[in-house]
């Protein structure tokens, strides 16, 4: 028999058997989470509790995509509120500092070793600079990005702000909350923000 022919009647097979007793949505929802937390075990840092989705984040999930009127604003306001900046005030650290932090793929897995600072894996996501030979491009391009927007004290905070927690000015945004969720430290934060926004640093260059 030909594979495709194997293919075509195994789903018909799901069929005949699971659309006679179709589960409802949140049935349908809960076994999801179930068979998610069942293929995960905590290992070292690596602890299952990630799993645990907070109000904004389920609501996201929910509604993937499409959320209901009105409610990314209350996520990106619920969002803001969470924002902590440093005390010193100071939102600009050292743009060395920031490319290797940017660069860095390390940290929270259950390998790393937890007393050692975590990396925000910008690469995966956004181009930095000019040099790189490979980054990702689920996120926009950072290249230039302080050489375009200046580096005012709106755009420092906003910058840190994103970095912070990106859902405070983009509610389902794909980026990771490093702030919010303690992956990345407020220094650590500054440092980023000094890599985007200094006139020296590789990105404006
Ligand atoms: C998993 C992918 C992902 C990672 C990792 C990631 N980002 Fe993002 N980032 C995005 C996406 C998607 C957007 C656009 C949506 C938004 O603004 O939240 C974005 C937006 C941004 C913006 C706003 C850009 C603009 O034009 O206003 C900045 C600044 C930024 N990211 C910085 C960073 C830095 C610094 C890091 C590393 C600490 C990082 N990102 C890591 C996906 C990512």
Redo the contacts with the bound molecule.
């Keep these: 028999m030909q594979p495709k022919m194997i293919l075509a009647l195994g789903f018909s097979g799901i069929c005949v058997a699971g659309c006679a007793t179709r589960p409802s949505d949140s049935e349908a929802e809960g076994a999801v989470a179930e068979m998610i937390k069942a293929s995960f075990k905590t290992r070292g840092q690596a602890a299952i509790d990630r799993l645990k989705q907070d109000d904004a984040q389920a609501l996201c999930s929910r509604h993937s995509g499409e959320l209901p009127k009105g409610a990314s604003e209350e996520i990106e306001k619920a969002q803001q509120a969470t924002l902590r900046y440093p005390s010193s005030g100071k939102l600009m650290g050292d743009w060395r500092e920031g490319e290797r932090?940017?660069q860095s793929g390390g940290g929270k897995q259950f390998t790393d070793d937890p007393a050692r600072p975590a990396g925000?894996?910008?690469y995966?996501?956004?181009q930095i600079s000019k040099q790189e030979l490979s980054f990702?491009t689920?996120?926009?391009s950072?290249y230039q990005?302080g050489k375009l927007r200046g580096a005012s004290e709106a755009i420092q905070k906003?910058?840190y702000g994103?970095?912070y927690n990106?859902e405070a000015?983009?509610a389902c945004?794909?980026?990771?909350r490093?702030g919010y969720n303690g992956v990345?430290t407020e220094e650590q934060i500054t440092h980023?923000v000094a890599?985007?926004l200094d006139p020296e640093s590789p990105v404006n260059k």
């Excluded at 945004?173 to 990771?176: A, D, E, F, V």
């Design positions: 932090i940017a925000g894996s910008c995966n996501c956004h990702g689920i996120g926009p950072l990005f906003y910058t994103k970095i990106s000015s983009t945004s794909n980026m990771p490093f990345l980023l890599l985007l």
